[in-house]
């Protein structure tokens, strides 16, 4: 569902011949346009789409640039006066390179000089190979036989094709890989439908259905293909009675056939030569070199065998052997340059591509989502989506890949998704709520997302990453297979007394810091500005459990359901009144749906009550923290309650820190990729959220990241590691910034004087 996004993509297809794509709107007139642009493949917009916004991934996985055939039908109502069919020639370019395997096309289509050389070494060497390895030369009749053996030729053929099949098949095999992806369709659809191949190689069937006018482009193709195919198989099949010294009557198969393919490719490619050269019916305005060689040497192939047969008529035997010699070293040059690594690969890649989409296309289930279900768990408001794509354009994910909220809505709604795009597109997200805030209509799309990811997880069907946080839920009461008994571990000889209701908070500690390494400076920290404060706080220890929050967003809807019920019991039943969370995830979940404890326990997070100690003096942070930091807003804390300031008041109280911002910040925070199971989510490391931000935090010049959220902490620390820059910046928690500058309030106190005395002295020196 994700892609990368590649800037160099656009100049890549720059390079192939793409001229326009800046210009293109998306107003999908040329779709509209083209003939064989269908509801399953549309292009050529679609085509520009991934060109513009650098979708290589995308780009490679399409079958559509071999689905067009060129009419330029698309070329004509263009607002912007682009040409999508020359876009779509450049990007089969463009494809036949990303292909092969060995590189040679890419250098062939973008050096005219590496063409040409190629097709001259091999037909040189063609050259050298009869000069020193020709048969005895006959000079008073024409001996073609006894100069160039048919069995010296025949094994030479099918070694040649033999080498070019091998390595043409293997760049179509990459294709399929590229195409079918990960989809793994059952091997009796490819038997079923292995005559789509069969019949558009043959016919080019498909050719036909581009307009009326262009009928005739398809037969003279068609004529062009019958010519080829008819010499190939005189040439390898049927060489002993092609390539004879008997001179056949003129009825003879092989002087038919003979005769018929030569006046084919020679008339046929002669009348594309011309074609292109006066660019009628509009299209061919930016030839390739290619497109030019490739035509001028099936020319030659064919005007160079029909010289030798008719020097053998005449009886000339040293122009016989030599223009045979000249004709075998243009043909095996052609095939050699154009058959696995140019234009005549198309011979392949255009029916293989019309296979595997009708493949893909049956192999592809419709969405199973029932809208009526969606309804029935998050009401008719989003059936009133105007489709203006906010959520899609403020989506993290699109900067570095392509993700649409906006389609699956209106997939959703329509009837139209697939299961690829539907069921399996939300477990992208990562509820950071960007998209919800954004939304002109008000549109709550987490709960959507969620409530499909519901319907996922009632179906069974939860992708392989986050099976094991939801067993572990149900089995240990954490999402890390933490064990229950350490669930205190984190807090190390800390005084962390149990919770009794005259104390005011109990401490809620995070499954995450509790049970991730990386996160229990921060907790221990928060407990010992608590203490510090002098609050009165409690924890309720090992019989503390999960929030719930990763079951909810995940949509396992009875397990969270089931950790609601016995957390609310727990603290009802332990007289708990005012709740501080370490986590933004434990407080959303307690304010939002924790039906049963509004109005009886209030939560909060742990740095809005810092806020508050450092504003009353109950915390004093005096010592100096010479730090750049910027802070990172985790999106539960931020976006979904709204909590921006608290943090920052507390970072701007400490002495001697610089706060920072990034870009994006506040309300336009870009999420970590942590949240709603993307803690454990399998994303691939070059998309990664975290990895993002880091690189934003990094711009900043700060040398820390400070955040609020455990998963923010633990997902940015790996950002850092993988990205390699620990020694340029770190990422911290707020609470142990604080604890830095914090001292007890005994201490607090000498250190206020001490700073006071000491700036008297430099008054009076
Ligand atoms: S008609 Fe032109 S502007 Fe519109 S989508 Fe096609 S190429 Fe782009
Ligand atoms: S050239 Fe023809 S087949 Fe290709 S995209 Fe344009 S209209 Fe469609
Ligand atoms: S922002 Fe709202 S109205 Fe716009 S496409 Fe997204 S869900 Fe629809
Ligand atoms: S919640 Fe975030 S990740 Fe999910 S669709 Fe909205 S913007 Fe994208």
Known sequence: MNHRIDSELYHELAEFGARDMEICMQCGTCSASCPLSSGTNTFPRKIYRYLQLGLRDKLLESPEPWLCYYCGDCNKDCPRGAEPAETMMATRRWLIAQYDWTGLTKRFYLSKAWQIGAFLVVALGIILLFYVAHGPIVTGRVELNTFAPVSWITFGDKCMLSILGALLLANGFRMYRYIMGDMKPPLLLYIKEAKSFILHYLTQKRWRDCGVERRSRWLRHVLLFSGYVTMEVLVVAFLSSFQTDVIHPLWHPTRVFGYYATVVLMIISADMMISRYKQKED??????????????????????????????????????????????????????????????????????????????EKASTASKVDLTDVKAEVGEIFLSCMQCGSCTSVCPWNQISSYRPRQILRQLTLGTGTEQAVEQGVWTCVTCNACGANCPRGIEIIDVIRAVRGLNVSRGKIPESLT?????????????????????????????????????????????????PTNRKAGRALVQL??????????????????????HKIGAVELFSELVGKNTALFLRAGVRKIVTTSPHCLNAFKKNYEALQGAVTSEHYTELLDRLVGKGQLKPILKVVRTVTYHDPCYLGRQNGIYEAPRRVLTRIPGLTLVEMANNSENSLCCGGGGGGA????????????????????????VIVTACPY??????????????????????????????????????????????????????
């Open 283 to 360: 299209l061919h305005r930016y030839s390739d070199f290619t497109d030019w060689f490739f035509l001028i040497l099936l020319f030659m192939t064919a005007f160079s065998g029909i010289l030798v047969h008719f020097f053998r008529l005449a009886g000339w035997p040293l122009m016989t052997y030599g223009t045979y010699v000249v004709h075998l070293a243009i043909a095996v040059g052609m095939l050699c340059v154009m058959l696995p690594f140019g234009k005549l690969s198309h011979l392949l890649y255009r029916p293989l591509a019309i296979f595997l989409s009708t493949v893909k």
């Open 530 to 551: 608590l203490k510090y404060a002098g609050i009165a706080y409690g924890t309720l220890g090992l019989e503390e459990i999960c929030c719930g929050d990763p079951a």
């Open 712 to 765: 923010c902490v633990r997902v940015l620390n790996t950002a850092v590691e993988e990205l390699g820059v620990s020694s340029q910046i770190a990422v911290q928690d707020l609470a142990e910034l604080l604890l830095q500058s914090v001292m007890m309030p005994d201490e607090a106190h000498i250190m206020e004087r001490v700073a006071l005395e000491y700036d008297l002295e430099v008054c009076h020196a």
């Open 468 to 516: 094991a946080p939801l067993n572990s839920l149900k089995d240990n009461g954490n999402p890390w297979h933490g064990v229950g008994e350490k669930r205190l571990e984190w807090a190390g000889d800390l005084d962390l007394p149990a919770f009794k209701p005259e104390h005011e908070y109990c401490v809620f500690s995070c499954c995450t810091t509790a049970y991730d």
């Open 680 to 703: 454990w989510y399998n994303t691939p490391r070059s998309q990664r959220l975290g990895a993002l931000r880091v690189e934003e935090a990094l711009s900043t010049g700060a040398e």
